[in-house]
């Protein structure tokens, strides 16, 4: 953009008009690329030999492009991976939160001990609406959980891969035990393994106050009308404390279940491909391969599910157990063994379509969001 040449004030020289700009901002008038967006003019003083158009240049330069560190932040793997957790996430819980509202009702012992019959009291008692009673929590609750696992997941995969490799070549790390030098077999361990038992545990710590409220809201819609009036509640009432209970039978339960769902689907996926020598698999495919992979995972881990509720839930009822060994004596001790899976049938009519949906609707992200260098590194 051109501007004349103006006197200056009282010395009778002449001054340059030089337009400062963010390289790569924005396009010249004409549309061509690598123009400069206008945003501060300077007046240098005129010197045949000084360049201005040059002395911009430079100035612009040494400054940050904001909009293209923005840019280039979304358009990483690991943001479109988390992007394509939370809508996976999101849209699976939003089809199957009826079966959630039965299964917490069936682990935490409140009404009918059968799904046909837990059915019929919710629409006795709420109507149609019982059915997703706490699906907004829920969803609030999920979104940012399926996002951080299945992000933590992806990502703790492939550096542990790396990190693998280079152990290859350089070797393992050492440990130095006076004389004696010991090498860690940190090649030995699963990336998949490790990855998974990562995401559980990001995702539970971040998580857990969601998945309290959410639970109350199921259990006893009496006390907790609302997510506002339940978090007010528990804090007044419990503290910090009665946010995180549970936490630890929790983080217990969630190793287990976290590492075997996350390496089974994953070995399971990879194996099906080269075996039928595929790059992908169908909609169809994934859909069988998460809901086989949740169904093994849940029913693993299912013991350490049902203490988890009964401490989480069990101030409701004037008796929480104090630890998770408790609350396993005490449901073997009023119920026998069978206790302990009391709700397996409904958790896994839940968790079955609700991982094999999970998994079909991220991989389907990832094929959208993604691109296809990303693809072919996996």
Same mark, same amino acid.
């Given at each position: 953009?051109?501007?004349?040449?103006?006197?200056?004030?009282?010395?009778?020289?002449?001054?340059?008009?030089?337009?400062?700009?963010?390289?790569?901002?924005?396009?010249?008038?004409?549309?061509?690329?690598?123009?400069?967006?206008?945003?501060?003019?300077?007046?240098?003083?005129?010197?045949?030999?000084?360049?201005?158009?040059?002395?911009?240049?430079?100035?612009?330069?040494?400054?940050?492009?904001?909009?293209?560190?923005?840019?280039? %932040?979304?358009?990483?793997?690991?943001?479109?991976?988390?992007?394509?957790?939370?809508?996976?996430?999101?849209?699976?819980?939003?089809?199957?939160?009826?079966?959630?509202?039965?299964?917490?009702?069936? *682990?935490?012992? *409140?009404?009918?001990? /059968?799904?046909?019959?837990? %059915?019929?009291?919710?629409? =006795?008692?709420?109507?149609?609406?019982?059915?997703?009673?706490?699906?907004?929590?829920?969803?609030?609750?999920?979104?940012?959980?399926?996002?951080?696992?299945?992000?933590?997941?992806?990502?703790?995969?492939?550096?542990?891969?790396?990190?693998? =490799?280079?152990?290859?070549?350089?070797?393992?790390?050492?440990?130095?035990?006076?004389?004696?030098?010991?090498?860690?077999?940190? /090649?030995?361990?699963?990336?998949?393994?490790?990855?998974?038992?990562?995401?559980?545990?990001?995702?539970?710590?971040?998580?857990?106050?969601? =998945?309290?409220?959410?639970?109350?809201?199921?259990?006893?819609?009496?006390?907790?009308?609302?997510?506002?009036?339940? %978090?007010?509640?528990?804090?007044?009432?419990?503290?910090?404390?009665?946010?995180?209970?549970?936490?630890?039978?929790?983080?217990?339960?969630?190793?287990?279940?976290?590492?075997?769902?996350?390496?089974?689907?994953?070995?399971?996926?990879?194996?099906?491909?080269?075996? /039928?020598?595929?790059?992908?698999?169908?909609?169809?495919?994934?859909?069988?391969?998460?809901?086989?992979?949740?169904?093994?995972?849940?029913?693993?881990? %299912?013991?350490?599910? *049902?203490?988890?509720?009964?401490?989480?839930?069990?101030?409701?009822?004037?008796?929480?157990?104090? /630890?998770?060994?408790?609350?396993?004596?005490?449901?073997?001790? @009023? =119920?026998? #063994?069978?206790?302990?899976?009391?709700?397996?049938?409904?958790?896994? #009519?839940?968790?079955?379509?609700?991982?094999?949906?999970?998994?079909?609707?991220? @991989?389907?992200?990832?094929?959208?969001?993604?691109?296809?260098?990303?693809?072919?590194?996996?």
């Amino acid at each position: 953009m051109g501007f004349p040449d103006t006197p200056s004030g009282g010395g009778g020289g002449k001054l340059s008009l030089a337009s400062v700009g963010f390289a790569g901002a924005g396009v010249g008038a004409g549309g061509s690329g690598g123009g400069y967006k206008e945003l501060l003019v300077m007046a240098l003083p005129k010197d045949d030999g000084l360049d201005s158009a040059k002395v911009a240049e430079v100035i612009g330069a040494g400054l940050p492009d904001v909009g293209e560190s923005v840019r280039a %932040f979304f358009r990483s793997r690991e943001v479109r991976e988390f992007a394509s957790g939370a809508l996976a996430g999101a849209m699976s819980k939003a089809v199957l939160a009826p079966l959630e509202t039965i299964r917490t009702r069936m *682990v935490v012992g *409140v009404g009918s001990r /059968h799904i046909g019959g837990s %059915f019929v009291e919710i629409m =006795e008692q709420n109507g149609w609406r019982g059915l997703w009673v706490g699906n907004t929590i829920n969803m609030i609750r999920i979104i940012p959980t399926q996002a951080i696992e299945l992000g933590t997941f992806e990502y703790v995969k492939r550096s542990m891969k790396g990190a693998q =490799e280079k152990w290859r070549e350089d070797g393992c790390p050492k440990i130095q035990l006076g004389n004696i030098k010991i090498e860690l077999p940190l /090649h030995l361990l699963s990336p998949v393994a490790i990855a998974g038992a990562a995401a559980g545990i990001a995702g539970t710590l971040m998580c857990h106050p969601l =998945e309290v409220i959410k639970d109350r809201l199921t259990v006893d819609r009496v006390t907790y009308p609302s997510i506002s009036i339940a %978090f007010s509640k528990i804090w007044r009432t419990e503290g910090i404390g009665g946010l995180y209970s549970g936490l630890c039978p929790t983080l217990i339960g969630m190793l287990p279940y976290s590492t075997c769902y996350y390496f089974m689907y994953d070995t399971i996926k990879t194996s099906y491909c080269r075996l /039928h020598k595929k790059k992908s698999l169908s909609r169809h495919e994934l859909l069988i391969i998460g809901a086989l992979t949740g169904l093994t995972a849940s029913t693993i881990s %299912f013991p350490l599910e *049902v203490a988890r509720k009964r401490l989480m839930v069990g101030a409701l009822q004037g008796k929480c157990p104090p /630890h998770m060994i408790a609350a396993l004596s005490e449901v073997i001790r @009023e =119920e026998g #063994l069978l206790g302990i899976y009391r709700g397996w049938g409904a958790s896994c #009519l839940k968790v079955m379509p609700n991982s094999g949906i999970t998994w079909m609707f991220y @991989e389907a992200w990832k094929d959208i969001l993604l691109d296809d260098k990303d693809k072919d590194r996996d």
